[in-house]
């Protein structure tokens, strides 16, 4: 059995990349016990607080903050962090050097789920720090394709991290017994054909045509223009449904609509569209907003919204096509 560590010495681009990796894997397994243990420890419920985004925060929404921030505070590659939960970057006591990492995260990702005992999880982005005496907002809006490495924590019946550090895409699972992250899967491959596809039907009315067109001919099935049936999955975490694809295959949509808050989309490109985007290409499918490549895009502010599409390619390229046409 491999473990992270060992799997980081020998795959990942810099020791810079391996530490921050670790201490993020270090955080997640915290959050991890924090989502399990909630109950026991007063940290259900609301906080009482909002985010930048307007939203309400539950108390693990705070907490799992604070966790993955503090260690990353603690790590000498890490010059600052950016978290989906806070109005700013926060600088560490590191200056900007060589080989020195930014980090994006989103600490919980689907946190409306902890009332159900549904999945949550943690998505997270490095990208390389700049080489000038500080550190700014602008340094951490590249375009996703510049991302040192990417990936997600999933807090379901195991606690499973999934991550890029190269050209492939690998999952660990948590050994409760031992505290190990060890590897079980390798070198995931996303098919470009696919039967399922993951959207919130509720906002059937505000879509656009694009949406509306693909989804009714995956819901006409083997009688419609497909020729084939399809399956709809909808998780309402975007973590929880990019792992059920990266698992066995699929699309996952979150597109704009006519509404005003989503015109633009809802999802954030820093913390949640570039390093998923990363992950699902990397594993040979798309991630696309039906106009750009995701991985293309400069983010324009710290909190920019996108729409998402991603997940087999020949389903990408066919939304594509049906937003141009």
């Not at 999933?154 to 991550?163: E, Q, R």
């Not at 490549?293 to 389903?315: F, K, N, T, W, Y």
């Amino acid at each position: 059995m491999q473990t992270l560590s060992q799997y980081l010495h020998q795959h990942a681009t810099t020791p810079a990349v391996t530490a921050v990796m670790l201490a993020l894997a270090d955080g997640c397994r915290a959050i991890g016990q924090a989502v399990r243990n909630a109950a026991f420890t007063g940290q259900t419920g609301l906080a009482g607080s909002g985010n930048i985004q307007g939203e309400a925060q539950k108390k693990l929404d705070v907490l799992s903050n604070d966790l993955l921030a503090e260690r990353l505070r603690s790590q000498p590659a890490v010059c600052a962090f950016a978290s989906e939960e806070n109005d700013s970057i926060t600088l560490t006591p590191n200056p900007p050097h060589p080989g020195g990492v930014l980090v994006a995260f989103d600490p919980l990702d689907g946190s409306s789920n902890l009332d159900i005992n549904a999945p949550v999880g943690t998505i997270f982005s490095l990208l390389p720090a700049p080489a000038a005496a500080t550190v700014s907002e602008a340094d951490f809006l590249q375009p996703g394709q510049q991302q040192l490495a990417a990936g997600y924590a999933l807090y379901g019946p195991a606690t499973v991290l999934v991550l890029t550090v190269d050209a492939t895409v690998s999952a660990f699972t948590l050994d409760e017994t031992h505290g190990e992250f060890i590897l079980t899967q390798d070198a995931l491959t996303l098919p470009a054909e696919t039967g399922e596809f993951a959207i919130n039907a509720a906002n059937l009315r505000h879509w656009g045509d694009a949406i509306v067109r693909y989804v009714a001919e995956c819901q006409a099935g083997r009688d419609g223009p497909r020729s084939k049936d399809f399956n709809m999955r909808w998780v309402a975490a975007m973590v929880a449904d990019v792992h059920r694809i990266l698992s066995r295959g699929g699309v996952f949509l979150y597109p704009a609509d006519r509404r005003a808050s989503a015109a633009s989309g809802k999802l954030r490109l820093l913390y949640e569209a570039s390093p998923m985007a990363l992950l699902i290409e990397r594993a040979g499918g798309l991630a696309s907003t039906g106009h750009a490549r995701i991985l293309d895009i400069r983010p324009a502010s710290l909190h920019q919204r996108v729409p998402v599409l991603l997940g087999a390619r020949h389903e990408i390229e066919r939304l594509n096509d049906y937003h141009t046409s």
